[in-house]
């Protein structure tokens, strides 16, 4: 299984970034997929998740209303765009898959991908 995550890069603060994870050898559509952002210095924070289906996210408290998680089942793609990027926002940030909502914001996701930096500057 691997999770490939592309999109980082720096930006001013406001700006926006759309991240991607793609995925291959996992059926795609079974599992739950999340982001994950560690900062330097700090432990890994989830950031978003996503069911099956659109139809269910979760987010936390810090990027609710500027980060959005979409996925895409036909082409194995989670993305995580980000709006009104600020220097908070400034980690490595990681996709997981898992197998419900539960354990992948608690960490607990079945695959990682490596990472992909975002730098935010003020």
């Known amino acids: 299984v691997q999770l490939q995550a592309s999109g980082g890069g720096s930006v001013q603060a406001g700006g926006s970034l759309r991240l991607s994870c793609a995925a291959s050898?996992?059926?795609?559509?079974?599992?739950?997929m999340g982001w994950f952002r560690q900062a330097p210095g700090t432990e890994r924070e989830f950031v978003a998740g996503?069911?099956?289906?659109?139809?269910?996210?979760s987010y936390a408290d810090s990027v609710k209303g500027r980060f959005t998680i979409s996925r895409d089942n036909a082409e194995n793609t989670v993305h995580l765009q980000m709006t009104g990027l600020k220097p908070d926002d400034t980690a490595v940030y990681y996709c997981?898959?898992?197998?419900?909502?539960?354990?992948?914001?608690?960490?607990?996701?079945?695959?990682w991908g490596q990472g992909t930096e975002v730098t935010v500057s003020s």
């Open positions: 997981t898959a898992g197998h419900s909502l539960r354990t992948v914001i608690d960490g607990e996701g079945e695959y």
């Open positions: 050898e996992i059926t795609f559509n079974s599992y739950v």
């Open positions: 996503v069911g099956w289906s659109d139809l269910s996210t």
